[in-house]
């Protein structure tokens, strides 16, 4: 069992999409997620600048959605961070970008479950 996500953009642990977000928080320099509400911490989300940062990194991990016009912040702020990413990580960003613009395109809401 873990958590898959429409379009494409994620079939893995949850374990694993929580590391994904830690590393997509330090390399947006948003230092460390667990600081922030939801992640045991007490700062606020809603400090974070970038919207579609903002959108991903607020989202639940096990259900929910995002709108098509969601789906496309996520993906160009993800974009911007590509450089910062290597192996894994850089593979991973790519196919919830491809996910989401998928999504976008389609004019499709993306599910988490």
Same mark, same amino acid.
């Given at each position: 069992?873990?958590?898959?996500?429409?379009? =494409?953009?994620?079939?893995? +642990?949850?374990?694993?999409?929580?590391?994904?977000?830690?590393?997509?928080?330090?390399? $947006?320099?948003?230092?460390?997620?667990?600081?922030?509400?939801?992640?045991? =911490?007490?700062? +606020?989300? $809603?400090?974070?600048? *970038? @919207?579609?940062?903002?959108?991903?990194?607020?989202?639940? &991990? /096990? %259900?929910?959605?995002?709108?098509?016009?969601? /789906? *496309?912040?996520?993906?160009? &702020?993800?974009?911007?961070?590509? +450089?910062?990413?290597?192996? %894994?990580?850089? @593979?991973?960003?790519?196919?919830?970008?491809?996910? /989401?613009?998928? $999504?976008? @395109?389609?004019?499709?809401?993306?599910?988490? =479950?």
């Amino acid at each position: 069992m873990g958590l898959d996500i429409s379009h =494409g953009a994620w079939h893995g +642990p949850y374990s694993y999409f929580m590391r994904w977000r830690t590393t997509i928080a330090e390399k $947006a320099q948003l230092g460390d997620l667990r600081k922030y509400e939801g992640y045991n =911490g007490n700062k +606020p989300l $809603a400090s974070i600048e *970038k @919207e579609g940062l903002q959108i991903l990194l607020s989202h639940s &991990d /096990c %259900d929910g959605e995002l709108t098509p016009d969601e /789906c *496309k912040k996520v993906a160009d &702020d993800l974009t911007d961070l590509l +450089p910062s990413l290597s192996d %894994d990580m850089h @593979e991973r960003t790519i196919v919830f970008i491809k996910g /989401c613009i998928s $999504a976008f @395109e389609k004019n499709e809401t993306m599910y988490f =479950g």
